[in-house]
């Protein structure tokens, strides 16, 4: 009886304590640097400003300044990220290029990676297949003046 007692006590004390202490997003929302690349050469660094409500647009799938994706299909879950969609890529208005990606990848509150499986881009009009990959991580929770919203 004393034992299930100060259990009790212990629980109703220190429980609150921890989960005033827990992660209430996902990852950071604030200031983020994320790279892309394609076959491991950097294609585009941007400067991110993730506002709490853009956090499940960030995580879902790559894109950059360059590339505008949709993704229909986008979970991130427990650390995992899983994207399917159509990326394009605009020049003053009219289609330059179009192409299917799909990947997978991981995050934390401070780190994001994502690795895209066999995209394919158009460069000088010829077509390369290979992999993309984006390496995110978290900077400061104050967005500095050349930080883009994120709106992708």
């Given at each position: 009886m004393k034992?299930?007692?100060a259990m009790t006590f212990a629980?109703?004390?220190f429980a609150p304590a921890v989960a005033s202490h827990a992660q209430p997003y996902p990852i950071?929302?604030?200031h983020w640097e994320a790279t892309t690349s394609f076959y491991n050469l950097p294609v585009a660094t941007d400067q991110w400003c993730v506002q709490p409500k853009d956090i499940h647009k960030f995580l879902g799938g790559l894109s950059n300044h360059?590339?505008?994706c949709n993704y229909p299909l986008n979970t991130a879950e427990g650390g995992q990220i899983h994207f399917k969609g159509v990326c394009t890529q605009t020049?003053?208005?009219?289609l330059v290029q179009q192409f299917d990606m799909e990947g997978d990848g991981s995050y934390t509150p401070t780190t994001v990676h994502m690795k895209a499986h066999e995209c394919c881009i158009k460069w000088n009009g010829i077509p390369i297949s290979g992999g993309a990959t984006l390496e995110g991580h978290f900077v400061s929770a104050n967005c500095p003046a050349e930080a883009k919203p994120f709106k992708e």
């Open positions: 034992t299930t007692l629980l109703a004390v950071n929302p604030g360059i590339y505008h020049k003053r208005g009219k």
